[in-house]
């Protein structure tokens, strides 16, 4: 799978910018970090921080548009033929890699949609926004139901999608209270019913 982040070696400093924002983004959450401290992380000026991305919301909306090719690339990498429900499973199966991959991607977007202001809804809208085009595209292709309403499918993949990353430090924590030893822990598993 394409690498949306790719390599330090590989990176302009407008893309070494960002990534070390979304890394301290993910890890203390954007009020808590200035431009000044991502310029530190990414080794370059505050003045080339805000050449590139001029504010904070630009810098911000960078990082956001990052996280959506990550999904994007995740998404892509699994062409859309075969039966209906393979495409579906192959996609998500991507997903849920790609996440297991980007430790920073998961906490970003466990903030960003846990921790919402009116600014950070434009990561989710752009997430809804690629699955629409997804959806659109495998019901097109036969590979999706049009029985069925759209909408209910765009929410039945996000939250396939995220329910497990959104949700499972919650189900750890329980776990380890409730828990045995000799039990496996539970799998979240997310039903979407139209």
């Known amino acids: 799978m394409l690498n949306p982040r790719a390599t330090n070696d590989d990176l302009t400093a407008k893309a070494r910018i960002r990534n070390a924002a979304m890394d301290l983004f993910a890890q203390y959450g954007e009020s808590r970090v200035s431009l000044r401290a991502v310029a530190a992380e990414a080794g370059v000026?505050?003045?080339?921080?805000?050449?590139?991305?001029?504010?904070?919301?630009?810098?911000?909306?960078?990082?956001?548009?990052?996280?959506?090719?990550?999904?994007?690339?995740?998404?892509?990498?699994?062409?859309?033929?075969?039966?209906?429900?393979?495409?579906?499973?192959?996609?998500?199966?991507?997903?849920?890699?790609?996440?297991?991959?980007?430790?920073?991607?998961?906490?970003?977007?466990?903030?960003?949609?846990?921790?919402?202001?009116?600014t950070r809804m434009r990561l989710l809208e752009s997430l809804v926004e690629l699955t629409r085009r997804e959806v659109a595209g495998l019901r097109e292709a036969g590979l999706a139901s049009t029985s069925r309403r759209e909408s209910t499918q765009i929410v039945e993949v996000l939250v396939r999608q995220f329910g497990e990353l959104l949700l499972s430090p919650m189900i750890e924590a329980i776990w380890e209270r409730v828990g045995d030893q000799q039990s496996e822990r539970p799998r979240l598993t997310i039903t979407v019913g139209d």
Do not use: C, W
């Open 45 to 118: 000026t505050l003045g080339l921080v805000q050449h590139h991305f001029k504010t904070k919301a630009g810098l911000i909306a960078a990082v956001d548009q990052l996280v959506v090719d990550y999904f994007a690339a995740a998404v892509s990498s699994v062409p859309p033929h075969g039966k209906p429900g393979e495409t579906a499973a192959g996609r998500d199966a991507a997903v849920r890699q790609m996440l297991r991959d980007n430790p920073a991607v998961v906490n970003y977007v466990r903030r960003a949609v846990l921790e919402p202001a009116e």
